[in-house]
Structures are given as C-alpha cells and as structure tokens.
C-alpha cells in the first residue's frame, strides 16, 4: 500500500494553462505539506495544512492555490502557469505536534510548463 | 529564520570505504530535530537518519552515523561501509520543535550533496 501517493507523476502542459496535482495520505496523518524542488534540486516549502485548515503559507504567489478537502487529501492547483513552474512538486504529511515525527513524502509531481 | 548549508555539493567515494557528509545550521531555537533525507534517482524522499537536539547521543542506523555538535552547530552524516545503492543526493534537514512558540513544522533544507559511489 502506498503511504502517500500523488497524481500524475508527469505533467507537461503549455503557459497560461491551469493544472491540478492531488495527493492523497493513508497513514491516518493530520498535516500535509506541499513542497517544491527547483531545476537546482533545492526544496522548500510551500504549504503546510493542519486538520484541512491553512497553517503555512511560505510567499507563494496567488496564482498557487491549496485545497484540503478532508485530512487525508491535499491538492494543489496553480493557475496561469508560468515557465519558472517547472520543478519537481512533493506532498508529505506527519503527525501534527509529536516530538519526533517524521514526514513521509510521496514520489513527486515532476510538472514541466512549455 | 532558520536556515542550513551543505557546503559540499558533491561527493565520491569507492564501494565499502567511509564517507562523511557536512551539515551546518543556524537556529537560536534551543530545541529542535535534524534529519538527514536521501533521494536517489527515482527522486523518492527516503529518512536516513534523525537526532533531537536535547539528546547528546549520536543517532545511528545500520551503516549511518551522524556526529552531532549543537555548539558548533554542526550535524555531519558518516557513511560506513558504502554501498553502491547509498548513490544519491542527500539533504540535511531543520525542523523545530513542536514546543516552540510560533514554532513551525515545516522542514527547512540544505541545497543537497551528490554522493558517487565509485566501484
């Protein structure tokens, strides 16, 4: 079984098109994040969502928009997209507040904007 | 803010000898975790090793070691023994304690270390 699985793997679209990736968790987790690795390998945060409520927003641009429709789904859907989009997009989740919990991350979303 | 620097962006060594990645960090948190993350090139994000800053024991698994300083805010990882599997980025990783006030639970990561594993 999957712990943390995303959808597509692949994505290949045009600029100024308008993409969603979802993730879904089964690890019975409370926090999902979103997490961008750039051409450079450099990841960094994005989002972070706590019991399908909004906990951090790291400076993303309006055209990236979250949705956690319940706790175990975290999706990202990002408008108008732009060349500098392309990367490599990762979910995680994690149980919120226990001292020593690991993020389990999914496979990634390698999207590529032409 | 937090932040975390891997100085070496790449590194070799031969099949079954010993390789140690750096890690330096900067925090004026007094409580918080390290984690190293390998990514081989299926990309998967894959916990190699972590350690509690409160806790003065060297984290260890199987193969992997760490060298944690908190003084020097320092968290090396120490690859015994390589493998040719162990071929991969690996990323050194901050997060904060979940005690923190206005802690956050995200992971602030290195640029990364390329690890070759020569035959």
């Known amino acids: 079984d999957t712990a943390v699985s995303q959808t597509p793997k692949y994505l290949v679209t045009q600029m100024g098109n308008d993409k969603s990736i979802k993730c879904e968790q089964n690890?019975?987790?409370?926090?999902m994040y979103w997490y961008k690795q750039d051409s450079k390998k450099f990841l960094k945060i994005m989002f972070s969502y706590n019991n399908k409520e909004l906990i951090i927003n790291e400076t993303v641009p309006n055209r990236f928009s979250p949705k956690s429709p319940d706790k175990a789904h975290l999706n990202l859907h990002i408008n108008s997209l732009e060349l500098g989009d392309s990367a490599v997009y990762f979910c995680a989740s994690s149980r919120w507040g226990l001292s020593y919990n690991e993020q389990f991350f999914g496979p990634g979303t390698r999207l590529t904007v032409l | 803010a937090q932040t975390v620097t891997q100085s070496q962006p790449e590194m070799s060594v031969q099949e079954a000898e010993t390789v140690t990645l750096s890690c330096t960090y900067d925090t004026s948190e007094s409580d918080y975790y390290l984690f190293w993350y390998k990514q081989p090139p299926s990309r998967q994000m894959i916990l190699v090793i972590r350690q509690e800053a409160y806790k003065q024991q060297n984290a260890t698994e199987n193969r992997f070691s760490v060298n944690f300083q908190k003084a020097a805010k320092s968290f090396s990882l120490k690859i015994s023994d390589s493998q040719l599997g162990d071929a991969a980025m690996y990323f050194c990783?901050?997060?904060?304690?979940?005690?923190?006030?206005?802690?956050?639970?995200?992971?602030?990561f290195g640029k990364g270390t390329k690890l070759t594993v020569n035959p």
């Open positions: 690890l019975g987790h409370d926090t």
């Open positions: 990783a901050y997060r904060s304690s979940p005690l923190t006030q206005g802690g956050s639970e995200k992971l602030v």
